[in-house]
T-cell receptor, first 110, second 114 residues
Framework: TQLLEQSPQFLSIQEGENLTVYCNSS?????LQWYRQEPGEGPVLLVT?????EVKKLKRLTFQFGDARKDSSLHITAAQPGDTGLYLC??????????FGEGTQLTVNP | DAGITQSPRHKVTETGTPVTLRCHQT?????MYWYRQDPGHGLRLIHY???????DKGEVSDGYSVSRSKTEDFLLTLESATSSQTSVYFC?????????????FGSGTQLSVL
């Protein structure tokens, strides 16, 4: 049973479009991280959110942690081909190790 | 980029043979991890280490063993490889443990067990 459910599993859009991907769970997390992974490489940490309702921005990427700390979203504005990759969320419950979702595979077409 | 080197990058082996994957770091981080990544399962923790000679099991440790004799090196051994262990293996390091875990990953090893 996946502790973290990511949706959609696949997303293909045109350059310039906006998109949102989701990470949901029935568990409460002490923190939640987002990673991006490109083909043939390991995941790279983008952001960590720790407070319910927290919003963090990284250029055109906006990350939000749900008020109840059970879910998170990643919004990309004006997507570019360089945003293509597998986006993974990973949650940490109190005293335990990180658990990863399966990821959203994003393709941004020129 | 974090100084993490995994070797080999690709390996093909036969069922029943032993296989060792190596992870080398130059960051002097205390915590090191081995994950496997499979379609439909995402990243799953195999084993981790919280110091020299200090290791513990993750969620999918059966069939795997690890050793850490030096801070910079973390080895993953498949004692007798099986086809179900065909996967991409990632090493990761972190300067802190939970709740401040921040993972830096290597580039992965693609292992095929025939």
């Amino acid at each position: 049973t996946q502790l973290l459910e990511q949706s959609p599993q696949f997303l293909s859009i045109q350059e310039g479009e906006n998109l949102t991907v989701y990470c949901n769970s029935s568990s409460v997390f002490s923190s939640l991280q987002w990673y991006r992974q490109e083909p043939g490489e390991g995941p790279v940490l983008l952001v960590t959110v720790v407070t319910g309702g927290e919003v963090k921005k990284l250029k055109r990427l906006t990350f939000q942690f749900g008020d109840a700390r059970k879910d998170s979203s990643l919004h990309i504005t004006a997507a570019q081909p360089g945003d293509t990759g597998l986006y993974l969320c990973a949650g940490e419950t109190s005293g335990s190790r990180l658990t990863f979702g399966e990821g959203t595979q994003l393709t941004v077409n020129p | 980029d974090a100084g993490i080197t995994q070797s080999p990058r690709h390996k093909v082996t036969e069922t029943g043979t032993p296989v060792t994957l190596r992870c080398h770091q130059t960051e002097n981080h205390r915590y090191m991890y081995w994950y496997r990544q499979d379609p439909g399962h995402g990243l799953r923790l195999i084993h981790y280490s919280y110091g020299v000679k200090d290791t513990d099991k993750g969620e999918v440790s059966d069939g795997y063993s690890v050793s850490r004799s030096k801070t910079e090196d973390f080895l993953l051994t498949l004692e007798s490889a099986t086809s179900s262990q065909t996967s991409v293996y990632f090493c990761a390091i972190s300067p802190d443990r939970a709740p401040n875990e921040k993972l830096f990953f290597g580039s992965g090893t693609q292992l095929s067990v025939l």
